[in-house]
């Protein structure tokens, strides 16, 4: 399978406490992207990276969150000090420099107790 | 500010017949419109999308219209099938900076056997 890879699938973790996602996107992707989706919602755009760098970053991102893409491959998303609003499902996309569609994955069910 | 709105959260229709998908816009910057299809527990696909410089596109049962002017958008699915049966998003994307896509919040499409 080719497509945009999420892990885990799922999260269930306690107030306070740090977590960390990964996604891998399409292999000759240049562009991943990271957005939130919480019920009833569409999704709503956190950061994206072009290679390893990070060009644009939403309000939304507080300063628990941090995003990395080290090599320009592979993507982690990590939340300190998780609140229960931060739980949602986190949605990671890819798509190349010459284009405007972005893939998505699976994304990252996380609930904080 | 909901820059991207779809007013209809849920739609139903007979297998056969045409499914009418409406999105509408406040931001003249928006150049590029896309629609993504969902199910539970998966991310968005994408489906179709378009230029702000044309006013239609079509790939085989899916065609979206844009009128500028007013600020519309819609797609188009016929003859509509059961396993269309999803969450469909609308989102946007703004010329000449951002990367980002503006999501609405989906119309819920089922099509009755």
């Known amino acids: 399978d080719t497509g945009v890879s999420q892990n885990p699938r799922h999260k269930i973790t306690k107030r306070g406490q740090n977590v960390t996602f990964r996604c891998d996107p399409i292999?000759?992707?240049?562009?991943l992207y990271w957005y939130r989706q919480t019920l009833g919602q569409g999704p709503e755009f956190l950061t994206y990276f072009q290679n390893e760098a990070q060009l644009e970053k939403s309000r939304l991102l507080s300063d628990r969150f941090s995003a990395e893409r080290p090599k320009g491959s592979f993507s982690t998303l990590e939340i300190q000090r998780t609140e229960q609003g931060d739980s949602a499902m986190y949605l990671c996309?890819?798509?190349?420099?010459?284009?405007?569609?972005?893939?998505f994955g699976p994304g990252t069910r996380l609930t904080v107790l | 500010d909901q820059q991207v709105k779809q007013n209809s959260p849920s739609l139903s229709v007979q297998e056969g017949r045409i499914s009418i998908l409406n999105c509408d816009y406040t931001?003249?910057?928006?150049?590029?419109f896309l629609w993504y299809k969902k199910y539970p527990a998966e991310g968005p696909t994408f489906l179709i999308s378009?230029?702000?410089?044309?006013d239609k596109n079509e790939d085989g049962r899916f065609t979206v219209f844009l009128n500028k002017s007013a600020k519309h958008l819609s797609l188009h699915i016929v003859p509509s099938q059961p396993g269309d049966s999803a969450v469909y998003f609308c989102?946007?994307?703004?010329?000449?900076?951002?990367?980002?896509?503006?999501f609405g919040k989906g119309t819920k499409l089922t099509v009755n056997p």
């Open positions: 378009i230029s702000s410089i044309k």
């Open positions: 292999s000759e992707h240049n562009r």
């Open positions: 931001n003249s910057m928006f150049d590029y």
């Open positions: 996309a890819s798509s190349l420099m010459t284009t405007n569609e972005q893939f």
């Open positions: 989102a946007a994307r703004t010329q000449g900076g951002s990367e980002k896509l503006v």
